[in-house]
């Protein structure tokens, strides 16, 4: 007879074994909690730290160890590959034993779309191990889970981040991905990108003392230049980023890796890259992008989604372009709703548009899925200027005192890490210059004791987002004998969350099929939609009528229908939507 091993031994088992894998420390001890602090599980199945930033192969094996120990809720998978052969990995996430994944409403979460933007990954990490730990623990998250899909795919751009978190790059670079482009027009791709001059992993600026220079040290500060006022002679001509000529034409590190950008490469609102700039050659030339896109368009019940970028701490919704402005028309009220909740969740941060308090974006991600799909959508950008000393900032204070607080929070709370100081180097084109200033971690990524925080508060809206999808549930049901064997059958479903089954620009321009209320095991004469109850106004469906379509259940609302049958119960009322699922109900 087989023995079972016991559930503490496999669990001490799959955790050694997950230690060992290739880029994770080896097995360490881990010391029990002996007192829950709230808002995070105690003692997890699966330990992670979230005071640190992992590469994609690191990513793969988080994603791998948490469908390995939670199999009943976790199933691993990818969505397709990477330019460069990496793997995009998915995790599917539900309550399995309360039904499939694809017949329940679902949030789609993606991260770092922009190579640099590397938190978003782990924002969507934290997200799925925070759900599946508490499972068991956090009624709220239990029933979220029963009734609710989470598609996580943390990284969207895996080449690229890997090449901003191994390679010496600035805060800025790389935003594209790793499609090799001819940016200077030259023949040649990325021959001529940013140079590490003096080997210290970092990419930072180059200043050259001169007659003439425009600009100075701060006097608080002198690791920080600003522009000399024009009534004094500035010290330094600034030379840009670190690097050499090296093809030879005059210009310094104007092609790099990529160049284009993926968020403006998605087939709504897309214009060519001489109208926006990064769009590339065609809609979803980029193969990361069609790999998502795919992905959502063979999962139809996605009726949310969030994708997190960074910085500015702000919740995005589109239009990107004031064009589209008509589309998100009728689904404002509940944009609102979600925003402005956001804002109360995330201290710091402001719910905008994008056309209007931002710039113009056309081809982009968020503008696909309300466009193209009718998906409720928001792109966060994690990591906020307050953040810095928890205190709002003038808007007149302008980018200037934004960087001024940087410095002052490296020189007091991370006791200088995140600048280079200024060192002379002898470049063979410039001369004696001096290289220094912000490390690209520095301002792009939050420090190591506040990405928890920011994981949890963006998680906790994303989750309300997913909480508001729909939930359909049969309200009521009569039957009334008419005459002989008729009776008259009425049926009211009600939607006890604020977004629609369907949402507005859905509806109006037929982007999915409508609901469908269906009878069955019933012999249905007429089939009408009651469109005023209190009135008894009802409009007949001729055209099959135990089948009736309806064009959404709204948010906070209720659909009412009505049969003529010819027969004594049982019934049984079928609710058939892409978004809000399958709900049925038997009438005896």
């Given at each position: 007879m087989?023995?079972?091993?016991?559930?503490?031994?496999?669990?001490?088992?799959?955790?050694?074994?997950?230690?060992?894998?290739?880029?994770?420390?080896?097995?360490?001890?881990?010391?029990?909690?002996?007192?829950?602090?709230?808002?995070?599980?105690?003692?997890?199945?699966?330990?992670?730290?979230?005071?640190?930033?992992?590469?994609?192969?690191?990513?793969?094996?988080?994603?791998?160890?948490?469908?390995?120990?939670?199999?009943?809720?976790?199933?691993?998978?990818?969505?397709?590959?990477?330019?460069?052969?990496?793997?995009?990995?998915?995790?599917?996430?539900?309550?399995?034993?309360?039904?499939?994944?694809?017949?329940k409403?679902?949030?789609?979460?993606?991260?770092?779309?922009?190579?640099?933007?590397?938190?978003?990954?782990?924002?969507?990490?934290?997200?799925a191990?925070?759900?599946?730990?508490?499972?068991?623990?956090?009624?709220?998250?239990?029933?979220?889970?029963?009734?609710?899909?989470?598609?996580?795919?943390p990284?969207?751009?895996p080449?690229?981040?890997?090449?901003?978190?191994?390679?010496?790059?600035?805060?800025?670079?790389?935003?594209?991905?790793?499609?090799?482009?001819?940016?200077?027009?030259?023949?040649?791709?990325?021959?001529?990108g940013?140079?590490?001059?003096?080997?210290?992993?970092?990419?930072?600026?180059?200043?050259?003392?001169?007659?003439?220079?425009?600009?100075?040290?701060?006097?608080?500060?002198?690791?920080?230049?600003?522009?000399?006022?024009?009534?004094?002679?500035?010290?330094?001509?600034?030379?840009?980023?670190?690097?050499?000529?090296?093809?030879?034409?005059?210009?310094?590190?104007?092609?790099?890796?990529?160049?284009?950008?993926?968020?403006?490469?998605?087939?709504?609102?897309?214009?060519?890259?001489?109208?926006?700039?990064?769009?590339?050659?065609?809609?979803?030339?980029?193969?990361?992008?069609?790999?998502?896109?795919?992905?959502?368009?063979?999962?139809?019940?996605?009726?949310?989604?969030?994708?997190?970028?960074?910085?500015?701490?702000?919740?995005?919704?589109?239009?990107?372009?004031?064009?589209?402005?008509?589309?998100?028309?009728?689904?404002?009220?509940?944009?609102?709703?979600?925003?402005?909740?956001?804002?109360?969740?995330?201290?710091?941060?402001?719910?905008?548009?994008?056309?209007?308090?931002?710039?113009?974006?056309?081809?982009g991600?968020?503008?696909?899925?309300?466009?193209?799909?009718?998906?409720?959508?928001?792109?966060?950008?994690?990591?906020?200027?307050?953040?810095?000393?928890?205190q709002?900032?003038?808007?007149?204070?302008?980018?200037?005192?934004?960087?001024?607080?940087?410095?002052?929070?490296?020189?007091?709370l991370?006791?200088?890490?995140?600048?280079?100081?200024?060192?002379?180097?002898?470049?063979?084109?410039?001369?004696?210059?001096?290289?220094?200033?912000?490390?690209?971690?520095?301002?792009?990524?939050?420090?190591?004791?506040?990405?928890?925080?920011?994981?949890?508060?963006?998680?906790?809206?994303?989750?309300?987002?997913?909480?508001?999808?729909?939930?359909?549930?049969?309200d009521?049901?009569?039957?009334?004998?008419?005459?002989?064997?008729?009776?008259?059958?009425?049926?009211?479903?009600r939607?006890?969350?604020?977004?629609?089954?369907?949402s507005?620009?859905?509806?109006?321009?037929?982007?999915?099929?409508?609901?469908?209320?269906?009878?069955?095991?019933?012999?249905?004469?007429?089939?009408?939609?009651?469109?005023?109850?209190?009135?008894?106004?009802?409009?007949?469906?001729?055209?099959?009528?135990?089948?009736?379509?309806?064009?959404?259940?709204?948010?906070?609302?209720?659909?009412?229908?009505?049969?003529?049958?010819?027969?004594?119960?049982?019934?049984?009322?079928?609710?058939?939507?892409?978004?809000?699922?399958?709900?049925?109900?038997t009438?005896?």
């Amino acid at each position: 007879m087989m023995r079972r091993t016991p559930r503490y031994l496999m669990l001490a088992l799959i955790t050694s074994l997950a230690l060992a894998a290739p880029g994770l420390a080896e097995d360490r001890e881990f010391t029990a909690s002996s007192l829950k602090a709230m808002g995070g599980p105690n003692n997890p199945d699966v330990e992670i730290a979230w005071n640190r930033y992992y590469d994609s192969q690191e990513i793969g094996q988080i994603c791998r160890r948490l469908a390995g120990t939670h199999p009943d809720l976790v199933r691993y998978g990818t969505i397709g590959k990477s330019v460069q052969g990496r793997d995009l990995h998915l995790l599917t996430i539900t309550d399995w034993s309360a039904g499939d994944a694809a017949g329940k409403p679902a949030m789609y979460i993606d991260g770092n779309i922009h190579s640099n933007e590397i938190q978003g990954a782990e924002v969507a990490l934290y997200t799925a191990w925070y759900v599946v730990e508490n499972f068991d623990k956090v009624e709220w998250i239990r029933g979220l889970l029963e009734r609710k899909t989470l598609y996580i795919v943390p990284s969207i751009n895996p080449d690229a981040r890997d090449y901003f978190i191994h390679e010496a790059n600035t805060a800025h670079s790389p935003r594209s991905g790793m499609l090799p482009r001819d940016d200077d027009g030259d023949g040649e791709v990325d021959e001529d990108g940013f140079d590490d001059l003096d080997g210290d992993g970092n990419i930072v600026f180059m200043r050259k003392r001169e007659r003439g220079g425009r600009w100075k040290e701060h006097g608080d500060d002198p690791r920080m230049m600003v522009e000399a006022d024009p009534d004094e002679e500035g010290l330094y001509t600034m030379l840009g980023w670190e690097g050499y000529d090296n093809d030879g034409d005059g210009r310094v590190n104007e092609d790099g890796p990529g160049f284009y950008d993926p968020n403006r490469n998605w087939g709504w609102m897309w214009r060519p890259s001489h109208q926006q700039y990064g769009a590339d050659q065609y809609p979803f030339s980029i193969p990361e992008d069609r790999a998502v896109a795919d992905f959502v368009l063979a999962h139809p019940n996605i009726g949310g989604a969030q994708s997190y970028h960074n910085s500015g701490g702000m919740l995005l919704r589109g239009p990107g372009g004031k064009e589209d402005t008509e589309s998100y028309k009728g689904d404002l009220p509940q944009y609102d709703f979600l925003g402005q909740l956001g804002e109360e969740m995330l201290p710091g941060y402001r719910y905008l548009v994008v056309h209007k308090d931002l710039y113009s974006v056309y081809g982009g991600e968020l503008d696909w899925f309300h466009g193209a799909r009718g998906i409720f959508t928001f792109s966060n950008e994690l990591w906020s200027p307050f953040d810095f000393f928890k205190q709002e900032q003038p808007e007149e204070a302008g980018w200037w005192a934004e960087l001024a607080m940087a410095f002052r929070f490296d020189r007091i709370l991370l006791f200088g890490e995140g600048v280079v100081p200024w060192e002379k180097f002898d470049h063979p084109q410039y001369g004696e210059i001096e290289i220094g200033g912000l490390k690209k971690a520095w301002l792009r990524t939050a420090p190591s004791f506040m990405i928890e925080d920011m994981c949890h508060r963006n998680m906790a809206f994303t989750l309300f987002h997913a909480y508001h999808l729909p939930v359909v549930t049969v309200d009521s049901m009569s039957v009334e004998t008419l005459s002989g064997s008729l009776r008259q059958l009425d049926v009211t479903l009600r939607n006890r969350r604020v977004l629609p089954s369907r949402s507005a620009h859905e509806v109006a321009n037929g982007i999915t099929p409508p609901d469908y209320v269906e009878l069955r095991s019933a012999q249905v004469v007429a089939g009408f939609l009651v469109e005023d109850p209190h009135l008894d106004l009802a409009r007949e469906q001729e055209h099959r009528p135990e089948r009736l379509a309806v064009d959404a259940v709204a948010g906070m609302g209720a659909v009412h229908v009505r049969w003529i049958v010819d027969g004594p119960p049982p019934y049984e009322v079928v609710l058939n939507s892409r978004k809000a699922g399958i709900v049925t109900a038997t009438i005896r």
